[in-house]
C-alpha cells in the first residue's frame, strides 16, 4: 500500500508561481510512475504530467513550458513546479502513483489541494 500526501496548493495571483509536494509512504515509489492530474469545478479529472521511474516526463499541452514534474526517490518524493499561472489552472490537483505489473495495475491516489489562481 501507497500512501500519498500532496500539500503545497494556495491561492496566488496570475502570473504567479507555486510548487506542489506529493509525499509517499507506506512502500517506496521509485519503481512507480508519478504524475498529477487536475480537476476543476464542473470538469473532469485531466492529467497535467506525469513522470516515469526512470524520468522520463509527458505535459499536457495546456502546460508545456510552464510546468516541471520532478521526482526525489531518496525522498520518496514528487513535485511539480508551476510558473506562469493562469486562472485556468485554478482546480484541485491530485497526486497518483501507478505500477503496472504482469497481472495486475497498482493505482494510488491522493487527496486533493487546492490551487486558485486569482488576482
Known amino acids: 500500500q501507497v500512501q500519498l500526501v500532496e500539500s503545497g496548493g494556495d491561492l496566488v495571483q496570475p502570473g504567479g508561481s507555486l510548487r506542489l509536494s506529493c509525499a509517499a509512504s507506506?512502500?517506496?515509489?521509485?519503481?512507480?510512475?508519478m504524475g498529477w492530474y487536475r480537476q476543476a469545478p464542473g470538469k473532469e479529472r485531466e492529467v497535467v504530467a506525469t513522470?516515469?521511474?526512470?524520468?522520463?516526463?509527458n505535459y499536457a499541452d495546456s502546460v508545456k513550458g510552464r510546468f516541471t514534474i520532478s521526482r526525489d526517490n531518496a525522498k520518496n518524493t514528487v513535485y511539480l513546479q508551476m510558473n506562469s499561472l493562469k486562472p485556468e489552472d485554478t482546480a484541485v490537483y491530485y497526486c497518483?502513483?501507478?505500477?503496472?505489473?504482469?497481472?495486475?495495475?497498482?493505482?494510488?491516489w491522493g487527496q486533493g489541494t487546492q490551487v486558485t489562481v486569482s488576482s
Open positions: 507506506g512502500s517506496s515509489t521509485s519503481i512507480y510512475s
Open positions: 497518483n502513483a501507478k505500477l503496472v505489473l504482469v497481472l495486475s495495475t497498482r493505482v494510488y
Open positions: 513522470i516515469t521511474s526512470g524520468g522520463i516526463t
